[in-house]
T-cell receptor, first 115, second 113 residues
Framework: DAGVIQSPRHEVTEMGQEVTLRCKPI?????LFWYRQTMMRGLELLIY????????DSGMPEDRFSAKMPNASFSTLKIQPSEPRDSAVYFC?????????????FGPGTRLTVT | SQKIEQNSEALNIQEGKTATLTCNYT??????LQWYRQDPGRGPVFLLL?????KEKRKERLKVTFDTTLKQSLFHITASQPADSATYLC????????????FGRGTSLIVHP
C-alpha cells in the first residue's frame, strides 16, 4: 500500500495567489482529515470528512480556506487568497473511522511558504 | 478550556537508558489516548493506544500508562537507541461520534550514542 499521498510536497507562492493542496487517502478508509502544523500552534485539525461528507470544519481558519472531497479517493484543500500567516506544513490523514484503535495514517505533508 | 501539555524542552538521554515522556491534560475526559512518533519532514506515525479503563499497555520496547485520576499518561522507551530520536506526540479522544483525537505539541527525544 502506498499510504496517504499528498501533492505537492513543497509549495512557494506569493501573497494573494490561490493555493491548492491535494490528497489521496488509503483505499478503503472512510475518514479523511486535513491538519496544519506550525511551531507556534502545533498540529491543528482543520476539517474532517466521513464518507466524503464534511462533518466538522470548525477548525478552518476563515473563509479563505475551503476543502472538498468529490470522491473516496481524492480531496483538496484550497486557500484563496493566500497570506504569509498561512505558511505551515499541511497534513492529510485517513482512517477507518471508528475503528478499534482510531489510528490515523498521515501523509508526508505539504510545506507551504507564502511570501 | 481543554489543554494537553507535553514538555516543550527536548529530552536528552544516553543510549540504553529508559526514556520517559509525559502527557498531562486538563478539562478533558478522554476515552482513549494515543501516542504518535514524528520524524523531521514526515507525518506522525501511530504507535500505541490506551483506553480509559486500561492502566498500562506494552508493545515491544514501548510502554504506556494512563492515570485518569492524575490526568496523565507516561510513555516509556526501554533500552533506547539513537534511532528512537524523534518527536513524540500524544493525542486524546472521546468515544463515539466525536472520536477525532486532539494532539499535544509533542516532545523531542534525543538519544545519544
Amino acid at each position: 500500500d502506498a499510504g496517504v499521498i499528498q501533492s505537492p510536497r513543497h509549495e512557494v507562492t506569493e501573497m494573494g495567489q490561490e493555493v491548492t493542496l491535494r490528497c489521496k487517502p488509503i483505499s478503503g478508509h472512510n475518514s479523511l482529515f486535513w491538519y496544519r502544523q506550525t511551531m507556534m500552534r502545533g498540529l491543528e485539525l482543520l476539517i474532517y470528512f466521513n464518507n466524503n461528507v464534511p462533518i466538522d470544519d470548525s477548525g478552518m481558519p476563515e473563509d479563505r480556506f475551503s476543502a472538498k472531497m468529490p470522491n473516496a479517493s481524492f480531496s483538496t484543500l484550497k486557500i484563496q487568497p493566500s497570506e504569509p500567516r498561512d505558511s505551515a506544513v499541511y497534513f492529510c490523514a485517513s482512517s477507518l473511522g471508528q475503528s478499534y484503535s482510531y489510528e490515523q495514517y498521515f501523509g508526508p505533508g505539504t510545506r507551504l511558504t507564502v511570501t | 478550556s481543554q489543554k494537553i501539555e507535553q514538555n516543550s524542552e527536548a529530552l536528552n538521554i544516553q543510549e540504553g537508558k529508559t526514556a520517559t515522556l509525559t502527557c498531562n491534560y486538563t478539562n478533558y475526559s478522554p476515552a482513549y489516548l494515543q501516542w504518535y512518533r514524528q520524524d523531521p519532514g514526515r507525518g506522525p506515525v501511530f504507535l500505541l493506544l490506551i483506553r480509559e479503563n486500561e492502566k498500562e499497555k506494552r508493545k515491544e520496547r514501548l510502554k504506556v500508562t494512563f492515570d485518569t485520576t492524575l490526568k496523565q499518561s507516561l510513555f516509556h522507551i526501554t533500552a533506547s537507541q539513537p534511532a528512537d530520536s524523534a518527536t513524540y506526540l500524544c493525542a486524546l479522544g472521546k468515544s463515539g461520534g466525536s472520536y477525532i483525537p486532539t494532539f499535544g505539541r509533542g516532545t523531542s527525544l534525543i538519544v545519544h550514542p
